[in-house]
């Protein structure tokens, strides 16, 4: 839980020393260079993996090199100009004095920017995701507030131009679903919907409901990183993969056919497994992420400290007990209650328009960081 609101947030006045800053920039500026000077080696042109890997790197520090050139050229325009206050002629007085009016906002505007950019990135941002929508207390109304989720993110991933997969699909009795399992690829997916993971909570009169009341239900969504192998500190070797018939309805292919499947860690005894899909192969999928999910989990808890996991607060665990935003159509408003958020404009985010509170929870991630690191100095 934050201890300031959205508005000190979005006001933030977090201050780092601009030598200490500027050291970092050329720091990134001359390892940019160094692989702007190996991406013309012809033995790394030769080595397809090492030359993506550069390249990679390379294109995502052109945008902070680009600000810290911009910048340094400010600064000495700055200094510049003030060395001319000091001249005898009040035409060249006046002149810097027009300079500076205009380079001092810009030097604090890149200096801002700056800030945001030397936040360090968390590598699991850029992957694609399991995404689950489950129905939850409340009934057949949960059910039908689940499909409304499903509706809202389905018109946000589109307008990302992300790529969408349903694995699984199971319809409640009078419409919506009881569970929904999406596979979104694209770019920076996790990063974007990564806050989404917790219990969202609506009220609403039920189409259920003959009184007219209004009810409380709840839906929960799980965002869950794809990993590959190399991305989580295990061997193969250590897995063991089980298949077995799914239970419960599914006709024929569910009783027949053994799409279950189960991978378990052997050093750690960590179990995961899957009948969500409706194929062996895509059930494989799903089990082996969830493993790695819960293996990169395990891992980090045990290398954080209390204070880093406190740090982490804001995106959650995914918990399905955590409550984090709440959906009031009576009043058509829609609150995330982990930064203190209302907006009235619940018509518009149930239609799919989350940008501003995925920006807001954004802001209040890179706050917090920011105040991290400067802790840590």
């Known amino acids: 839980m934050l201890n300031y609101s959205i508005e000190e947030i979005q006001n933030s006045s977090f201050k780092i020393h601009n030598k200490n800053?500027?050291?970092?920039?050329?720091?990134?500026?001359?390892?940019?260079?160094?692989?702007?000077?190996q991406l013309s080696d012809p033995s790394v042109i030769s080595d397809m993996d090492r030359y993506k890997k550069l390249n990679k790197e390379?294109?995502?520090?052109?945008?902070?090199?680009?600000?810290?050139?911009e910048y340094k050229s400010v600064l000495e325009n700055i200094d510049s100009s003030k060395e001319m206050l000091n001249d005898t002629d009040a035409e060249m007085k006046e002149m810097a004095?027009?300079?500076?009016?205009?380079?001092?906002?810009?030097?604090?505007?890149?200096?801002?920017?700056?800030?945001?950019?030397?936040?360090?990135?968390?590598?699991?941002?850029?992957?694609?995701?399991?995404?689950?929508?489950?129905?939850?207390?409340?009934?057949d109304e949960a059910s039908i507030f689940a499909g409304d989720l499903y509706k809202m993110y389905s018109r946000y991933f589109d307008s990302k131009k992300w790529n969408v997969e349903v694995l699984t699909m199971n319809e409640g009795t009078v419409g919506g679903y009881n569970k929904i399992v999406l596979e979104i690829t694209g770019t920076d997916v996790f990063g974007t919907v990564k806050f989404e993971s917790g219990a969202h909570r609506v009220q609403r009169v039920p189409k259920t409901e003959s009184q007219?009341?209004?009810?409380?239900?709840?839906?929960?969504?799980v965002v869950m990183p794809k990993f590959e192998m190399?991305?989580?500190?295990?061997?193969?070797?250590?897995?063991?993969?089980?298949?077995?018939?799914?239970?419960?309805?599914?006709?024929?292919?569910?009783?027949k056919t053994e799409s279950g499947v189960r991978y378990t860690h052997l050093p750690t005894g960590i179990v995961?497994?899957?009948?969500?899909?409706r194929s062996q192969h895509k059930n494989s999928d799903i089990a082996m992420q969830r493993l790695y999910a819960k293996i990169l989990e395990s891992q980090k808890n045990q290398h954080e400290s209390a204070v880093a996991a406190e740090r982490k607060s804001l995106v959650g665990s995914g918990d399905r007990s955590d409550k984090i935003r709440t959906y009031n159509y009576p009043q058509n408003r829609v609150t995330d209650h982990r930064i203190g958020l209302s907006l009235n404009k619940l018509d518009?985010?149930?239609?799919?328009?989350?940008?501003m509170i995925i920006e807001a929870l954004q802001v209040a991630e890179n706050a917090e960081k920011m105040k991290a690191g400067m802790n840590d100095e």
């Open 348 to 355: 518009k985010v149930i239609a799919g328009d989350l940008e």
């Open 97 to 139: 004095r027009e300079e500076l009016a205009e380079l001092e906002p810009r030097q604090i505007a890149l200096e801002e920017r700056a800030k945001i950019l030397l936040i360090p990135k968390d590598p699991e941002d850029e992957k694609d995701v399991i995404f689950e929508i489950r129905s939850g207390t409340g009934g």
């Open 212 to 221: 007219g009341r209004v009810h409380t239900s709840a839906a929960t969504v």
């Open 272 to 277: 995961a497994e899957s009948t969500d899909g």
């Open 230 to 255: 190399e991305d989580i500190n295990i061997n193969k070797a250590d897995l063991r993969r089980d298949t077995f018939r799914a239970s419960g309805a599914g006709g024929q292919h569910v009783n």
């Open 58 to 69: 390379y294109k995502d520090l052109k945008e902070i090199v680009d600000v810290y050139i």
């Open 21 to 37: 800053m500027l050291d970092k920039l050329e720091a990134i500026h001359e390892k940019y260079i160094y692989i702007e000077e």
